[in-house]
């Protein structure tokens, strides 16, 4: 919280901000958020935006300073924006505990304050914009101004005060005694000459955004915030209008009731508070019989499994090997060429280590990162250690990409650890020509059940029609998105390169996309990562084997290729496709089924009807070389536009899906 403040009958706001707990707080934040409260996460949406906005009419980094940043909810997404440097000032030692004890990535603990006013607090630093979020409420109005003043004064050249906070009054009134003391603050009033004020309404459904911004020591002159128009003290009453009527009716009732309305306030108050401790004390609870739990839950499984007809089942992992990390929270190579999307800052998405194309599926989309391993069962410690990290990282929404075992254990503890207060969704990336196999039935067969029991609130999956399968599938595909790359100069001279990223298997249809490529007699060159043996001795010497690279390599690979090819029998959706298309590189896969997006000019390009055929791979090849050839702008401008396209309707489809 901010500074000290004083309650309206005498007692003291300050004590009870310096008294509470930042991780009993954040256990009644999360559940507020489970109630369904909408405001998080818009709060979340617009500063997101707004420091992006900031960022980019700077056109540099920003310094950022959170004035009142307890726990610490809105440094987890902020200090990972790239080019923001997130500082956090608290006059609450026990608050910021939580944030300070554990730092999210992006946050330096050197730039978390603890004082009694923020000035000293900072020693002399500057920001580029200093922020709140609920803060100014609790505080007397008097004390107001001087606070508001006090973050002014910490502006570098050209930085803004964002305050969100309590929609616009006409005049400051006390609200309630929730939190010891809470004001209707007016703005128009505290705001003193030398600052401009921005009024934003409708941005989140609970606050008004009131921005300042220095003007040279001249009187307050007053603009929308949308649109930048100036408004009147004429348009600055009548947006104050529907707030202050609603206080209004509040005070009639309340008054009407006397004392009992703050009796009823307090008791409320107490018993979210007691529902905040008592969740907390179920989940240490729990972290105590995981070991029992686990073995419990893991005994029913193979009683269900036995029961249930189909495929055999597959041999478990063995139990004790140890050939990878349990887990590994945003691993460099995954959040590297990841989107940002600050709806999905409360989501993670939960993969096998192991599972390469469906990790780097994951990896892309917007939100933290839990890779687990596909090699064993995760022991008890190790899933107490899960449920931690979960609880620090404020997660609401976890989407398990591939449904092992191991993931299943995973949710299964989650749901007894949170209750509802974590949402739990499950993408399955395989598609029906799999289900020969005993473990990909199974492993279907295993989502499906936690879906019609509850567990999983949703399946998708990335391959289209699946809902045809099941009733409880997503009936819009999932799509996968484009790795996050810098643009980079083409090579412009040498071989005509070919890149066969694929195994040799004969879904990936290895030997017809080979043979298309030695066919091409524009082709010099044809880049294998998959051991094969060689039929033809006929342009052999255009192949060159090269070792399975890592990613940061295969992307070397694909922006100095001029054509990958993943012309595959049975596919859901190559993720070679979508690599080459953020490096523009043209890959050429089979039909995919995506609808609307299979006509876009690019999709017509490289998709192949008969991937069977080695003449028209071999054509699909040489139509791919005309391109980049005769109307080279033209090819690299379609590819950009399908990347957009495709972007906009993976996010719209994962919202929709997700409702992060």
């Not at 979960?390 to 398990?400: G, K, M, P, S, W």
């Amino acid at each position: 919280m901010g500074e000290s403040t004083t309650s309206r009958e005498g007692g003291t706001s300050s004590d009870y901000w310096r008294s509470m707990d930042g991780a009993l707080y954040e256990e009644l934040i999360r559940e507020r958020e489970g109630n369904a409260n909408q405001a998080y996460q818009q709060q979340e949406a617009f500063l997101t935006r707004f420091v992006l906005a900031e960022k980019a009419r700077l056109g540099r980094p920003v310094r950022i300073l959170e004035f009142g940043c307890g726990f610490g909810r809105h440094a987890r997404y902020l200090a990972d924006l790239e080019g923001v440097s997130y500082a956090g000032y608290d006059f609450s030692e026990k608050m910021i505990e939580p944030l300070r004890a554990r730092p999210p990535r992006g946050v330096d603990p050197d730039n978390l304050f603890v004082g009694a006013d923020v000035e000293s607090a900072v020693a002399g630093r500057r920001f580029d914009l200093v922020f709140t979020v609920s803060v100014l409420i609790h505080n007397p109005p008097e004390k107001v101004p001087a606070l508001i003043e006090s973050m002014a004064r910490l502006l570098e050249p050209g930085g803004a005060v964002c305050l969100v906070e309590n929609q616009m009054v006409p005049v400051s009134v006390f609200e309630n005694m929730w939190h010891q003391g809470c004001w209707l603050q007016s703005y128009t009033e505290h705001v003193r000459s030398g600052l401009d004020l921005h009024v934003g309404q409708g941005l989140v459904d609970t606050h008004d955004v009131y921005l300042l911004r220095p003007n040279g020591g001249i009187p307050t002159r007053h603009f929308r915030l949308q649109d930048g128009a100036p408004l009147s003290r004429t348009e600055l009453q009548a947006m104050s209008v529907a707030k202050i009527s609603a206080w209004a009716k509040f005070a009639q009732r309340a008054v009407a009731q006397g004392g009992s309305a703050l009796s009823e306030t307090r008791l409320y108050e107490a018993q979210e508070l007691l529902r905040a401790e008592r969740r907390r004390a179920q989940t240490r609870k729990g972290l105590a019989t995981l070991a029992d739990d686990l073995a419990s839950l893991r005994a029913w499984r193979s009683d269900v499994e036995k029961r249930e007809a189909g495929a055999a089942r597959a041999p478990a992992p063995a139990a004790e090997k140890v050939a990878a990390p349990a887990f590994v929270w945003d691993d460099p190579a995954d959040v590297h060429w990841t989107h940002r999307d600050s709806r999905f800052s409360r989501v993670v998405h939960v993969y096998h280590q192991q599972w390469h194309g469906i990790r780097a599926s994951a990896a892309y989309k917007p939100g933290q990162k839990l890779a687990i391993t596909a090699e064993r069962t995760l022991r008890a410690g190790e899933h107490a250690d899960l449920i931690r990290a979960f609880e620090e990282r404020l997660v609401r929404v976890a989407v398990f990409h591939g449904y092992s075992e191991t993931a299943d254990d995973i949710a299964q503890v989650l749901r007894r650890a949170f209750g509802g207060a974590i949402s739990m969704y499950a993408v399955w990336h395989g598609n029906t020509s799999q289900l020969h196999g005993a473990y990909e039935v199974e492993a279907l067969r295993r989502v499906l059940r936690s879906r019609s029991e509850g567990l999983l609130r949703g399946i998708g999956c990335v391959k289209p029609g699946m809902h045809l399968v099941d009733r409880h599938i997503f009936p819009e595909v999932l799509l996968c998105m484009p790795p996050l790359v810098e643009a980079g100069a083409r090579r412009s001279t040498g071989p005509r390169t070919a890149l066969l990223p694929v195994p040799n298997d004969w879904r990936k249809n290895f030997y017809t996309n080979l043979f298309a490529a030695q066919a091409s007699p524009r082709i010099s060159r044809v880049l294998v990562t998959a051991e094969f043996v060689p039929v033809s001795r006929e342009s052999a010497d255009k192949v060159l084997r090269v070792p399975r690279p890592d990613r940061a390599q295969m992307f070397r690979l694909m922006r100095e290729s001029d054509v990958v090819l993943n012309a595959s029998l049975s596919e859901c959706q190559p993720m070679t496709a979508v690599e080459g298309l953020a490096l523009g590189t043209p890959c050429l896969t089979g039909p995919l089924g995506l609808g609307s997006l299979d006509a876009h000019p690019y999709q017509r390009l490289v998709q192949v009807r008969a991937v069977d055929s080695v003449a028209e791979v071999r054509d699909a090849i040489e139509a791919v070389l005309d391109a980049r050839d005769q109307r080279g702008d033209e090819l690299g401008g379609m590819m950009a536009d399908y990347s957009r396209i495709l972007c906009a309707e993976a996010l719209r489809r994962d919202c929709e899906f997700l409702q992060p």
